[in-house]
Structures are given as C-alpha cells and as structure tokens.
C-alpha cells in the first residue's frame, strides 16, 4: 500500500513538473480526424481586463483566424492577466515574456535596456498607422527604430462649471466661444486663474483647481516648460521650471489652489465637480466617465450629456502667453512584443495588433474606457461621430504631449514635486522650490541623463 | 590477565540520528530560500549598480558612498528614529496599561474578554482596508470624518489637510493602534502565569495597588518586554507598508523612513542596487538596536539558571 502510495504522488508530481517546465509557447500542429494537418500558433498576452483591451484581442484572435484558414493556420491566444514592472522584469529574467503586452508609452526605455522588448519596424510600412499624425510616430520611435503600437489616447481639457462663470455673469455666448478664444490663443493661463479666484472670493465654488492626482505636466507645458531633449533623450533642468513654481506660489497665496491639491484622488474630484465644488478640474478625457458616475448615469448616456452641456463647459488647457497654441497631455497606452517573437512567429502578432486597432474595435474600447481611438478611420466611426464629447476632442490629438520615454524621467519628476510640495506645504517661495528640485534633480538624475542650463 | 570486560559503546541507528534533521529540513529549506538567498542577494545587489536594465555592474562602495553624502539622509534618519521611538513608546505603554487592566484589575470579568478582542480587530484587518479607513477620517475635503465633525461644529470653516499638517502623527497612530494587540497578548499571557498566592500574600502584608504592580507584575514582565521593545523596535525600523499606503513618505519626505526610501529607490525608481544598499544599512540599524536592548535588559543575567538549580 505504502508503495503504491509513494509510487502514485511520484508519478503526479513527475507530471505536474514536467508540465510547468514545458514554455507552452512553442507552435504545434494541430489535428484532427479527417482533416489536413493545422499550424497552431500561439501567442501570449498579457494585459488587464481594462477598456475593452481583453474583448478586442479576443475579437482579433476570431478575425484573424477567419482569415487564416485559408492557409490552414489557427492562431491561440494564450491570456495571462496584467502586472506591474517588476513583475515584468522578473519574468524577463525567467525568459517568461509575454509574446505582447502593453505598458504605458513612457515605458520603453528602460524596456528596451532591460531586454524585454523587440522592435516592430513593421509599423512604419502598416496600413493601420499610415495616417497617424506624426506626434504618435514620435511616440512609438525609440533610437531609431520602432518599439510600440499605440493602442489608445487620450487628450487633457480642462472641465470648468459652467454654473461658476455664469456666477461671473459670463452668458451663454462668452461661455460658448471660450474653447475658440483658447485655441486662438486669446484667453490665457492668467485669465482662467483669475476667473478661479473670482469665483473662489464671490463664494461661487469651494475649490479654485483641481487637478487628477499629480499630473501636473499640464501646468509644465502651458508654461512651455517640457524638460526633455528629444535629440539627446536627456531631461533637462530649464529655469523654466521657476516660471511654473512661481505660478503655483502665486496660486496658492491667492486661494486658487489648497495645500491638499495632490491627495484629493481624482475619484473624490469627481463628485465634488459634478456638485459644483471646484471651478476648474485640470483631467484627463476618462474624467467624462467619472463625473457620469459620480451623477449616477451610467446607463443613461443622453441624460448625462444633457446634464454635462447644462453644467459643465471644456476646453484645452491655454498658454500662459498672448497668442500662444493651447495644450494638452497625455499618458497613451502602447502594445509590446516580447524579445522571444521570432521572425517566423511576428507576422501573426503583425496581424493581430493590426486587427485589435479595427476601427470599430477601437470605438468600443472608447465607449467603455474614455480613452481615444488613435486612428483617423476610427474617428470616422458612426459611433465616435455620435458622441459629441469624444469627438470633439479628437483636433487636440494633433498637439496632445506626452511623457518622455527616458528611463530617469520618473526620478526627475519625484524631483519636480518636491519642489511643488515644499511651496504647498511648506509656504516656500519658487526661488527656495526651484533651488531644492534642482538639488534634488542633480543628486538623483544620473548626470548623463540630464542636461543643466545654465 | 585482564578480567575487566569492555562495554559495548551503545551505537545510535544512523535513522535514528537522522531523525531531527528530517524535521528540520522543511523549514530550514524555507529559511534558506526565503531567508537567506535573498539575504546573500541583497548584499551582493548592494555593490552594484543593478538597475531596471538587469545588467550589473559591480561598483564597490559607491551606492554607501552615495548613501552618506545623500541630502536627504539626515531627515531620513530624524523620521525614522522620531517614529520608531514613538510608535514603540505609545504601543508598549498602551499594551501594558491594557493587559494590567484586563489581566489583573479585571480578570476573569466578561468586558475584559471583549476589550481584548476589540484590541484585536486592527491587527486582523487586512492592511490595505485598515488603511483606507485611516485615510477616511483624515480626508482632506469635507467628505473625511474628522473633518465633516469639525465643519458641523463650526470649529473649522475649511476642510483641513491633515496629511500635509500631520501625516507623522497619524502614521504614528495608525501603525501603534494596529501593533498594540501583539504586545498585549504576550503581557496579558505573563500577568496570568503569575500565581494568585502571590497577590493574596502581598495583599495580607498590607501591599498598596502600586505596590503589586511594581513588585510583582512589572517585575515578571522583564522577559516579555524585551521580547516586545525588540521585537517591534526592528519592526517599526524596517516597517515602511502602512507609510507608503497612507502618505507614500510624504509631504515631501516629512514620513519617509529609511526603509521606505530604500523601497522607493529599487521599486519605484528602479535603482535596485542603491536601494538594497540602503536596506542594508536599516538591517545594521537594526542588529545595532537589538544588541543594545540585549545589553539594557542584561540578558546574560537574565538566561543565567536560578541558584535553586545549581
């Protein structure tokens, strides 16, 4: 008995072991009774339920096997569920990459310095991103060669209440043609701080801004202040960077912004903007989703929209110069390939990306996620040119930043904070900010990642 | 001739001699791979640049050399001695007040029973949720409890940002309310091994309260409290999980601790060498305390047998 025992657990752990050592990747021929031998291929992917990214692949997987069984191949998906950097690294480490997965554009340097990306120069000759603007192009380049898809979007306006300024006695039509006198470069930065004080000083809102977390880039590039050279893929410590923290000391002496502006999550923003709260919320497009909830009227999109024209009012964030071009940020979503996509294998994960940015894919991706379809034949979609709001915001593509690629830039920017903290915290001056994020940048930005201007 | 007959040596059965190491093993296999590879891992990443690229490169002392000269150290240092100190202070002081009560003015009674377990339900919570509750009384807007309390009662005409006024103090709090029920079931535990003759003869020679309690309890306490002070002083040392999910080391760095910056160093900015040289040096930090309570409690003296045995 005690052998039998012994000989049984040996035998399932034997197998239970020899089953976790196999990759599972490798393409098998697939057969059956009657029929000519089928190639299967396939292929990892590693992503969150997010959106609608997991139904699209998904979908994909089907348009893409109807198309192959003319070759007599049938592509798998093999679905493994999203996880964080380290966890990336470490399955690196293990030769477990995924054959695609998606990560955050800012991503790919240091990506591709830990080896667990491979380029995708296909991009460059695919039908998909022909007529992608060239921002996107930029995005998805890395020294010299491709290394992502753009999967999805996002645009930055600035949602202001349309209760507040009609406080201010604005009418109708000051209100409505706001977003042309930013695009014209007529209303600045200074003209919507001091409608904030306004409205915070006649008691019309409690809170003057508001920004989603501390995604402050938004205020960086209104000043013109980008902090990276694209051609030495360097941050750059820039005096601009005073400018800003001068308009955050200036801000907060005028009660424009509270001291708490970093911890109110932007899922407490929301009801407090849908109640009239805050006169201006510096978010990003997914903001839309948000205040929809925070109103209750997820499953009543017509009431909402009829509620969001009556109280609320967008528009690109302005230049804090006269006459200077409005922006917009953005933190795009981007498909990767593994470094253990082979040649043989890439034209399939060719494909299936191709097809995850259908156009009609891309819409539903848009309607669940707030997010921006990236392509023109998607904005084409009689779905997107229905909703008022996306649409509308598709012209801010064309000028929508978005975070460096360079592996440092996170330390930079904990830099940049602190220098924002110490003005709200600390009551500092921008001179004393300035001085301390430059410290702090010199000490922790490895000196070949940074350029300093004197 | 020699009559004297040699004693056979009494052979221990090589299955016999191998039976505590086959109990051993398991555990010691976890000690090692969990324990002490990493262990070996983290001192040898420390003398690298090791960084998201995964490709070492050995540095010698650098990263302890960009240790010492980095700004930041000294305040680092200050909010983490400011809240080991007090976070160990408060929870010893309240885990030994609470198991005085329950285990000796109280003992036996039903409420006693409850205050305990109320005591225990921080320590059971799962940290994220024990976090998120924190983070609604000090919410900064008027939704937070704190705050809606004061708005209601006037006292406040604004909602107060209590983690950029006070995040020390209520990470302090936070971490002492969760810790306190371990302290307290150890003392709780000691105080009811003490035999009720003793009580019954202080109380016939005429001993005061006071006097049972600093006579007899604190006196049987000396082992627990070391155990205690020690154990959570390298805990709260090392501690960065409730820091980082309520103020992620914030305002600026006013609550980061040394092990929260190691932690930021090598997860969030990937500098995983740096960061495990910082690590280092908190378990040094650490193996430092420890010696130094060993001393302060005179623990030779006190794993030395009692006379009675000799």
Request: with cysteine; charged share 20%.
């Amino acid at each position: 008995m005690k052998k039998l025992v012994v000989t049984a657990l040996s035998v399932v752990l034997s197998t239970g072991l020899l089953a976790g050592c196999g990759s599972g990747n490798e393409p098998a021929e697939a057969t059956s009774a009657g029929e000519a031998k089928m190639k299967e291929i396939q292929i990892s992917v590693r992503e969150s339920t997010w959106g609608a990214r997991k139904d699209n692949f998904i979908e994909a997987e089907k348009r893409l096997n109807e198309e192959l069984k003319a070759d007599n191949v049938h592509v798998k998906i093999d679905w493994w569920p999203g996880i964080g950097d380290d966890e990336l690294i470490l399955q690196a480490q293990a030769g477990k990459v995924a054959d695609i997965f998606m990560n955050s554009s800012v991503d790919i340097g240091w990506e591709l310095n830990a080896g667990i990306i491979r380029d995708v120069d296909w991009v460059k000759d695919s039908k998909v991103f022909k007529n992608v603007p060239d921002s996107y192009t930029n995005i998805m380049k890395y020294d010299g060669h491709y290394y992502g898809a753009i999967q999805d979007m996002d645009a930055s306006p600035v949602f202001i209440s349309r209760k507040a300024l009609e406080g201010l006695s604005w009418t109708k039509e000051q209100i409505d043609g706001l977003r042309q006198r930013v695009d014209s470069g007529d209303f600045t930065f200074g003209d919507l701080e001091k409608l904030a004080e306004e409205a915070k000083q006649k008691n019309l809102v409690k809170m003057g801004f508001a920004v989603e977390d501390t995604r402050f880039e938004g205020w960086n590039y209104a000043f013109g202040n980008y902090n990276y050279n694209v051609d030495e893929n360097k941050m750059v410590l820039t005096k601009k960077t005073k400018d800003v923290y001068e308009f955050w000391a200036d801000a907060v002496k005028r009660g424009i912004i509270n001291e708490s502006i970093g911890d109110v999550d932007t899922d407490k923003a929301a009801p407090m903007f849908v109640k009239g709260e805050i006169f201006a919320e510096f978010a990003r497009t997914e903001f839309y989703q948000m205040m929809r909830e925070a109103n209750g009227m997820q499953n009543d999109l017509e009431g909402f929209n009829t509620w969001f024209n009556k109280n609320i009012v967008w528009i690109p964030i302005p230049s804090a110069e006269k006459g200077g071009k409005p922006v917009s940020y953005s933190n795009p979503a981007m498909i990767y390939v593994g470094p253990t996509v082979d040649d043989e294998k890439m034209p399939y994960v060719q494909r299936l990306i191709e097809h995850v940015l259908d156009p009609d894919l891309q819409i539903n991706h848009t309607l669940v996620s707030g997010k921006l379809p990236v392509t023109p034949e998607a904005q084409e979609d009689k779905r997107f040119k229905e909703m008022d709001f996306y649409k509308d915001h598709a012209y801010l593509l064309e000028f929508t930043k978005t975070r460096p690629a360079q592996p440092d830039y996170a330390t930079y920017t904990k830099s940049y904070i602190l220098g924002v903290d110490a003005i709200l915290t600390k009551g500092q001056s921008a001179e004393q900010a300035y001085e301390l994020f430059q410290k702090d940048a010199k000490q922790n930005v490895p000196s070949d990642h940074l350029i300093i201007e004197q | 001739m020699d009559h004297t007959t040699v004693q056979p040596i009494y052979k221990k059965p090589f299955k016999k001699k191998m039976y505590p190491y086959f109990f051993i093993m398991p555990f010691a296999a976890l000690v090692l791979v969990f324990f002490v590879l990493p262990a070996i891992a983290t001192i040898a990443m420390s003398f690298t640049d090791l960084n998201a690229s995964m490709k070492p490169k050995f540095v010698g002392l650098q990263n302890f050399t960009r240790v010492f000269s980095d700004y930041n150290l000294p305040a680092i240092l200050w909010n983490t001695a400011i809240f080991s100190i007090l976070s160990l202070s408060v929870s010893l002081l309240f885990a030994l007040i609470i198991s005085i009560a329950t285990q000796y003015f109280l003992k036996g009674k039903i409420t006693a029973v409850i205050y305990r377990v109320l005591w225990l339900i921080p320590s059971i919570i799962p940290a994220v949720v024990y976090v998120t509750f924190w983070k609604y009384i000090f919410d900064p807007t008027e939704g937070g409890l704190i705050n809606r309390i004061l708005l209601q009662l006037g006292v406040e005409s604004d909602p107060v940002s209590w983690f950029s006024k006070a995040a020390m103090g209520i990470v302090i709090l936070a971490t002492v309310v969760s810790t306190i029920s371990g302290g307290m079931i150890l003392l709780s535990a000691a105080i009811n091994s003490i035999p009720e003759d003793l009580y019954k003869a202080a109380r016939v020679d005429g001993a005061s309260e006071k006097s049972v309690i600093m006579k007899i309890i604190l006196p049987t306490l000396k082992w627990p409290l070391m155990y205690i002070t020690i154990s959570e002083l390298i805990g709260f040392v090392s501690s960065y999980f409730f820091i980082m999910l309520l103020t992620n080391g914030g305002p600026m760095r006013d609550t980061t601790t040394l092990s929260l910056y190691a932690y930021q160093q090598a997860f969030n900015l990937k500098y995983y060498g740096y960061g495990a040289a910082v690590s280092l040096i908190v378990v040094i930090i650490s193996f430092i305390l420890t010696l130094l309570f060993l001393r302060l409690f005179d623990f030779d003296q006190m794993i030395k047998p009692s006379r009675i045995e000799d």
